[in-house]
């Protein structure tokens, strides 16, 4: 499927949602927030911050609140859809065009719009720095290597660290070192090659 241009042409490509989808689209749009297409999904923001999205699956409509970690949910309606990976996002499900509150969702949104002009936002700890052991002594041994892993970005570096450092068996990491090892002298990512070039 091609990537929508706009919200029109996103509910138009998702037939079996799109009476749910225009009436989720309808109450957000009796906001201020602004529509736009982002991650090929409707998002609507403020002062160019993310507020909520709207997007369709396979079994259901989802109302995506930004900084939904923050909104009391008093009706218990809001999920983690990761749990354990997500820290702001929190997602409303609806399987029908009945299951969506009108009024509802209308105080949902004015509380997420009052956070934002508060200048309220979830905190995302940062990760913690894995050094890779076996990559540390790999780029000792060979100081050439090591001038062009130092080059690379900090992303870089970092996506190569914990590349290494998941995989459990000295073997595996080793397997692994020789393979990144031209992607480093090229002074490409690990994820070169699912990047468009």
Known sequence: ????????????????????????????????????????????????????????????????????????????????????KTVALRQWRFKSVEEININLIKTYLNEAIFNHKEGKSVVIPKKKEIQSHALMLALEENLELKKCFMELTKGKQREYHEYIAEAKKETTQQNRINKIIPLIEQGKGLYVKYKKS
Not at 49 to 61: E, M, R
Request: aromatic fraction near 10%.
């Open 1 to 84: 499927m091609t990537k929508p241009n706009n919200v029109e042409e996103y509910i138009a490509s998702n037939v079996p949602w799109k009476e749910e989808l225009s009436m989720l689209r309808s109450v957000i749009n009796t906001t201020e927030m602004e529509e736009t297409i982002k991650w090929g999904v409707p998002t609507y923001t403020l002062s160019n911050k993310n507020i909520v999205g709207i997007a369709a699956f396979k079994s259901y409509v989802g109302l995506w609140f930004h900084n939904g970690a923050l909104l009391k949910d008093k009706a218990k309606v809001l999920i983690n859809a990761q749990e354990g």
